[in-house]
C-alpha cells in the first residue's frame, strides 16, 4: 500500500468541470423546484378564489340573512331558543 504522501499529483488535482457539473445540476434542480412551488402557488391561490367568489356569490343571492350564527352569537328569535331547549 502506497502512503498519500507518495500519491501522484495527478489524483491531488480537483476535478473542477466534475465540480462545475454537479453545480450546475443543483442549480436545474433548484430552478426545477421552484418553478414547481410557484406554480402550485399560482393554482392553490386560483382554486382560493374561486372558492371565495362561489361563496359571495351564493350569499349575496340569498334573500334572508341567517336570523342565528352557528356560534350563537348573534340575533336569535323566541321560537328559536324554545327549539333549542326541547332538543
Known amino acids: 500500500m502506497s502512503s498519500p504522501d507518495k500519491q501522484s499529483s495527478a489524483s491531488q488535482r480537483i476535478d473542477w468541470r466534475g465540480v462545475a457539473r454537479v453545480a450546475l445540476l443543483q442549480i436545474l ?3 426545477a423546484l421552484a418553478g ?3 406554480r402550485y402557488l399560482n393554482w392553490s391561490s386560483e382554486a382560493a378564489w ?6 359571495s356569490k351564493a350569499a349575496a343571492s340569498d334573500p334572508k340573512p341567517a336570523s342565528r350564527s352557528a356560534t350563537g352569537l348573534g340575533p336569535q328569535s323566541p321560537t328559536a331558543s324554545l327549539q333549542l331547549r326541547r332538543t
Open 36 to 38: 414547481g412551488f410557484i
Open 50 to 55: 374561486a372558492e371565495f367568489l362561489a361563496a
Open 29 to 31: 434542480v433548484l430552478l
